[in-house]
């Protein structure tokens, strides 16, 4: 055991933690039998405070490995330590890709289910936990297997629960096959956020995957101009190298903390003219390799050290369609208000799933992501809260670091439910994170 100090992606929120390594289910089960504060923790891509404990004491997921034979219909079973970079390098040369990915592979399967990741597709495929099909789950009354028939109320608890029901250990899910590495891709410029909402609302049902850059500096009537990108698998037919391999390494590093000040409203400014200004006005059918598309940003190790010691926080909020002004207004708030928001990213979200804790919601959501340091930051995202929960909205748990208690009773309204759970799987309140504490949500 070590004494670490820990925090999440956005590196706002530090905890001194003991940290452990179990390699089996029956050494999750010995740790959870001692009965103090725990939290499982994968690769600490969260970007708050989910997946660390102060003083109570961090499971490591990363011993737990193993990745099963792909079965023809494309079903896997993988241990919850494994990356999605280490389980992709595995299935593309096969001929299969994950179902869902968030905007990186650096996650492990574990914490992906925990926080039910969802990526560019949730408006036809859903989120993760759509295709999970079976888990392994340690808690501290027993060991389960759940799935969606199976235990299917812890089941539906565990995807989306931020580790708070359980030390997951092994996760079967189905695949999805692919023909080549290769996206084909359909890029537009649009003048402004109305114009890109249309485009969103008009087209995204004709593609598998579809996000959009948003600029949340500009005012006026290019409030909100946007980059949309739209793509769907290649097949072999489509490309005239219809290779299949897996993303490789990083090619580039942050190796230390950029200056506080380096992204700051001018240099924003500028570097999203660049950006906007370098994308075509519409290109159709452009091949692009998958980590491209879907991981841009795994291509620099460290890059959360761009924003310096302050670190950043991710702001990621969702609300239905018949709410769609609450994107507008949030986008205004921010262009007004003079706090730079270095990456905001615009998607589609389809049906909710079963999960009670689970983010997504039909409709739009808006990630935004904004360097700690302008005296304006904390009275801008106390507003967007208030915003969102007007709409009936809610921000995204494994991207929080700063939200009030009473707001998440409102956002889920399924917090009960879901706490009724916890408590029969943990009836001593063991499984308990930084962001439970904060949230009050360690159980009854």
């Not at 650096?106 to 597709?121: E, F, L, P, R």
């Not at 023909?179 to 593609?207: C, F, I, P, Q």
């Not at 489509?238 to 230390?256: I, M, N, S, Y």
Request: net charge neutral; hydrophobic share 40%; aromatic share 6%.
């Amino acid at each position: 055991m070590t004494r670490q100090r820990l925090f999440g992606w956005g590196r706002t929120t530090p905890g001194m933690s003991d940290v452990e390594s179990p390699s089996s289910e029956d050494q999750v089960a010995e740790e959870l039998a001692l009965g103090g504060n725990a939290i499982a923790r994968g690769l600490g891509r969260s970007y708050g405070d989910a997946a660390q404990v102060s003083g109570g004491v961090v499971l490591s997921n990363r011993a737990l490995g193993g990745i099963s034979a792909i079965a023809p219909d494309g079903v896997v079973t993988v241990g919850a330590g494994v990356s999605l970079d280490e389980l992709l390098a595995v299935t593309i040369p096969q001929g299969w890709f994950v179902p869902v990915t968030p905007g990186t592979r650096q996650v492990s399967i574990g914490g992906a289910v925990a926080a039910d990741v969802h990526g560019k597709n949730h408006h036809r495929d859903g989120s993760l936990g759509d295709h999970v099909l079976e888990m392994r789950l340690v808690t501290p009354v027993g060991r389960f297997r759940v799935s969606p028939s199976v235990e299917p109320e812890l089941f539906w608890a565990t995807i989306g629960g931020m580790g708070l029901t359980g030390v997951v250990t092994t996760v079967t899910l189905r695949l999805l096959r692919i023909e080549t590495d290769k996206v084909l891709v359909d890029t537009s410029r649009h003048a402004n956020l109305d114009d890109v909402m249309a485009a969103m609302l008009s087209g995204d049902d004709d593609y598998r995957y579809s996000v959009a850059w948003v600029d949340c500096m500009t005012k006026g009537a290019a409030m909100g101009r946007a980059i949309l990108t739209r793509g769907e698998h290649a097949t072999r037919r489509d490309v005239t190298d219809p290779t299949l391999e897996p993303p490789g390494r990083a090619r580039l590093r942050v190796p230390f903390e950029a200056p506080s000040h380096l992204l700051n409203p001018l240099s924003i400014r500028a570097f999203n003219e660049v950006w906007f200004r370098s994308a075509p006005r519409q290109r159709v059918g452009e091949e692009q390799s998958l980590g491209a598309f879907f991981h841009p940003l795994d291509g620099v190790d460290d890059w959360n050290r761009l924003y310096g010691r302050r670190g950043f926080v991710q702001y990621q909020f969702a609300v239905a369609d018949a709410k769609a002004e609450c994107v507008v207004r949030a986008i205004d708030r921010l262009s007004s208000s003079g706090v730079p928001s270095f990456l905001a990213v615009l998607k589609r979200f389809g049906p909710a799933n079963h999960a009670m804790m689970s983010f997504p919601i039909s409709g739009w959501t808006l990630a935004l992501d904004l360097p700690v340091g302008p005296s304006a930051l904390p009275e801008v995202l106390d507003d967007l809260d208030e915003m969102v929960i007007d709409a009936g909205g809610r921000v995204y748990l494994a991207k929080d670091a700063r939200l009030r208690p009473e707001a998440v009773r409102v956002m889920y309204p399924r917090l009960p439910e879901f706490l009724a759970v916890k408590n029969r799987v943990d009836p001593r309140h063991q499984l308990v994170s930084d962001l439970a504490r904060r949230l009050h949500v360690v159980g009854r």
